[in-house]
């Protein structure tokens, strides 16, 4: 059996190895345009901001520790054409002086192409001196224009816009963040929870521009600064994290359907064509609240995804489920996460919802070393818990995993409630953060049913 896999990235190279995990004998191809493999994009910030000592840490493995596993990987690769009545496809070395190309059949084809940065079409984007953030190579021109910068405007304030601009304030620069939209991270956090978040990264310094976009970069050859309606700011640097786009162009040549938001793939992660799955950010996927299309640009759901992938192409049936989204990120010492919607994202699908929030400690008030700890609970009409957000800093993961497991068995505030959860002063209040949210969830519904 010949399986070809294009992109190198947490899909890819997870579904090559789940693959050989149940199949000693397949041949197994990866090609990817990367001249790296095997590392997390998520992590480039943390090297900028020196958590990281050098970008080669973050790099897990090297194709010649695939190879030993009988995994071919070619780098510095594109694939051009595909064809599914030929069960083909077309690649040229990018590095080659070559224009030839090489030709690859396949029995099984994984599409793991990833997203693109997005770039909004503004003047000036061509500028040098305007980065977007994929790979490591990315990270390595962003860190030596940085080091002779001394002003940085991070467009779009998502996790990985404001982990850029930790990083880069670290440092030494002079870091303003600006967003389109009303505040920071709209996709995982509501307005309350955001602010939290907003008014730390100001205390470290960092500048955030709200419900502005910018209208053009100005500067000859180099960024020189950035326009908006009624101000102009001066810069050396602008970092575009403004999201990624899926990279559908391969699977719509192969015929596959595309959906609302990207490939289009059955809980077996197949696509409409039958010896084609597509995993990671490429795909759509379905939210577990609402049923609906959606999008998971997580390494967490493509390495999930992969392995569906894998054993469905090796005969062993299994689906993947719909997703909750589940997330978390560290800025400097605070912790926040989110899992399942928003309490926006809940009415924008016509839910009819009430929060439950509390402001509490992650240990015993009288405990050295007790820090804040903010809880938001988004529930339906009925109690039923589909959303949750946390920030505090420290054990926010394990928090939101907590709620994500509530979440996916359905548990209702009442229920939670009543849950018993473990206690000890070192780590945890008697009565913990998450039951504190779950009960004012309980009383603000008992108060909208009168």
């Known amino acids: 059996m010949k399986i070809v896999i294009i992109g190198g990235g947490a899909g890819g190279l997870s579904t090559a190895s789940n693959i050989r995990k149940l199949d000693k004998e397949a041949k197994i191809t990866v090609i990817t345009r990367d001249e790296n493999i095997a590392y997390s994009p998520c992590a480039i910030p943390y090297v900028l901001s020196g958590q990281v000592d050098q970008f080669q840490d973050i790099i897990m493995h090297q194709p010649e520790d695939y190879l030993e596993r009988d995994i071919k990987i070619i780098t510095r690769a594109e694939v051009f054409e595909v064809s599914n009545t030929e069960n083909t496809l077309k690649y040229r070395l990018l590095e080659s002086d070559s224009d030839s190309s090489q030709e690859l059949d396949y029995d099984y084809l994984v599409i793991a192409t990833g997203g693109a940065p997005f770039t909004p079409p503004i003047e000036g984007t061509g500028l040098e001196g305007v980065f977007k953030i994929r790979t490591i190579g990315d990270g390595e021109t962003i860190k030596k224009w940085a080091k002779r910068s001394q002003k940085v405007v991070v467009v779009g304030a998502g996790l990985i816009g404001l982990e850029m601009a930790y990083g880069l304030k670290k440092m030494g620069l002079d870091v303003t963040v600006n967003e389109m939209l009303p ?101 759509e996927v379905t939210d577990a609240i609402t049923g609906q299309p959606t999008q998971s640009p997580l390494g967490s759901t493509a390495v999930r995804q992969a392995k569906i992938a894998a054993r469905n192409i090796v005969g062993k049936t299994s689906n993947f489920k719909p997703v909750l989204n589940a997330m978390v990120s560290k800025i400097g010492e605070l912790e926040f996460g989110s899992v399942g919607l928003t309490e926006s994202t809940a009415v924008h699908n016509g839910l009819e919802v009430i929060c439950g929030k509390s402001r509490a400690l992650t240990k015993a008030r009288y405990y050295p070393g007790a820090k804040r700890i903010d809880v938001l609970m988004v529930c339906d009409l009925k109690g039923r818990i589909v959303g949750c957000q946390i920030i505090a800093k420290e054990r926010v993961a394990e928090r939101v995993d907590t709620m994500a497991l509530a979440i996916a068995k359905n548990v209702t505030c009442q229920e939670l409630a009543s849950t018993e959860f473990s206690y000890a002063p070192p780590v945890s209040m008697v009565i913990d953060p998450i039951i504190l949210a779950a009960e004012n969830a309980c009383e603000k519904l008992k108060n909208s049913q009168h």
């Not at 970092?239 to 289009?264: S, Y």
């Open 183 to 283: 505040q920071i991270v709209p996709r995982s956090l509501d307005p309350s929870m955001a602010r939290i978040v907003q008014k730390y990264l100001e205390s470290l310094g960092i500048k955030v521009i709200l419900g502005r976009a910018m209208e053009k970069i100005t500067g000859q050859t180099q960024v020189e600064g950035v326009v908006y309606e009624d101000e102009v700011l001066s810069a050396n640097m602008i970092i575009m994290a403004t999201g990624v786009r899926p990279e559908t162009k391969l699977a719509k040549m192969a015929g596959c359907e595309l959906g609302r938001w990207a490939v289009k793939v059955n809980e077996q992660m197949q696509t409409s064509v039958p010896n084609i799955y597509a995993v990671g950010d490429c795909v």
